[in-house]
């Protein structure tokens, strides 16, 4: 999927996004286009970025290899 985003030039562009969620780490956009408007970053609602799992696992998978 291409999102439309804003960086923080004031330029627009068009970026793949998968690519979304460096920019918004490396403060390189300001806002992006999604299917319900515009998104400002640091003052609309953003979904949070991809974090790894640190918690123990809740699958019987990981119960019946000894893994808490």
Request: charged letters at 30%; a positive charge.
């Amino acid at each position: 999927m291409i999102l439309r985003v804003v960086y923080t030039s004031g330029e627009t562009g068009l970026v793949k996004a998968a690519d979304l969620d460096v920019l918004i780490k490396e403060e390189k956009i300001v806002a992006f286009c999604r299917a319900d408007g515009w998104v400002r970053i640091g003052f609309d609602p953003i979904r949070h970025l991809e974090r790894p799992y640190n918690s123990p696992g809740r699958r019987w998978a990981d119960l019946s290899q000894g893994k808490k």
